[in-house]
């Protein structure tokens, strides 16, 4: 079946250091979704791509979708303590279905 | 608008008790989709329902079931619990009209119920 696959598990990084997690699918997608996950709180949608090759930027998230649609990468500028959380990509199952990376947990240390 | 709500919020239950928990999506949403969230397995799909009808289900045993209601409120139950249910469940709406099969929207995500099975 579809799966998604994405790494790296844990990054530790300082504060105003750059972050980055990668999110790879055996198949093509129709589109990716990235959400955050704060530790106690639940997903949070962050944002959906569907083009291939597209770029969009949220303040210091810059989110990238592939060319071929198989792969997607959030970025993270000069991290924040508010950054940490876990961050999940997710990638369509049919009738909003969500098949989602095992996410990458952030922690930035002061 | 007010977001998903889930209840109970917590919930401890002993191995062979049934459970149900419940969802209220954000008015509107008639997509009401369910997950199960656990450290070891992460983020799994359970099922969804649209209008009162399940449109798809994930690789979880028959234990697992759901509804949905009239008013797109939503209900999972697990039958004879083990330990290895424990887990965070999630509830998660859409506004998703179309109900196409190539389709996933934006969900939006409930608190969800933490269930500790003993």
């Known amino acids: 079946g579809q799966q998604v696959m994405q790494i790296p598990q844990y990054q530790h990084v300082q504060e105003g250091e750059d972050f980055t997690t990668y999110c790879n699918s055996s198949?093509?997608?129709?589109?990716i979704q990235w959400y955050k996950q704060r530790p106690g709180g639940h997903p949070v949608f962050l944002i959906q791509?569907?083009?291939?090759?597209e770029v969009k930027k949220q303040k210091r998230l810059t989110f990238q979708f592939g060319e071929a649609k198989k792969n997607s990468s959030l970025h993270i500028t000069a991290t924040q303590t508010t950054d940490v959380g876990t961050y999940f990509c997710?990638?369509?199952?049919?009738?909003?279905?969500?098949?989602f990376g095992a996410g990458t947990r952030l922690a930035v240390h002061p | 608008k007010a977001g998903v709500t889930q209840t109970p919020r917590y919930l401890i239950k002993t191995r062979g008790q049934q459970v149900t928990l419940s969802c209220s999506p954000i008015?509107?949403?008639?997509?009401v989709s369910w997950y199960q969230q656990t450290p070891g397995q992460g983020l799994q799909f359970l099922f969804e329902?649209?209008?009162?009808?399940?449109?798809n289900k994930g690789n979880f045993p028959g234990r697992f079931s759901g509804r949905q209601f009239s008013n797109s409120r939503s209900e999972m139950n697990v039958s004879t619990l083990e330990l290895g249910d424990s887990a965070l469940y999630l509830c998660?709406?859409?506004?998703?009209?179309?109900?196409?099969?190539?389709?996933?929207?934006?969900?939006?995500f409930g608190p969800g119920t933490r269930l500790t099975v003993l």
């Open positions: 329902y649209f209008s009162e009808t399940q449109r």
């Open positions: 791509l569907v083009k291939s090759g």
């Open positions: 997710a990638g369509p199952g049919g009738y909003n279905k969500l098949i």
């Open positions: 998660a709406s859409s506004s998703l009209t179309s109900g196409g099969a190539a389709d996933t929207d934006t969900q939006y």
């Open positions: 008015s509107g949403h008639r997509s």
């Open positions: 198949t093509t997608l129709s589109n």
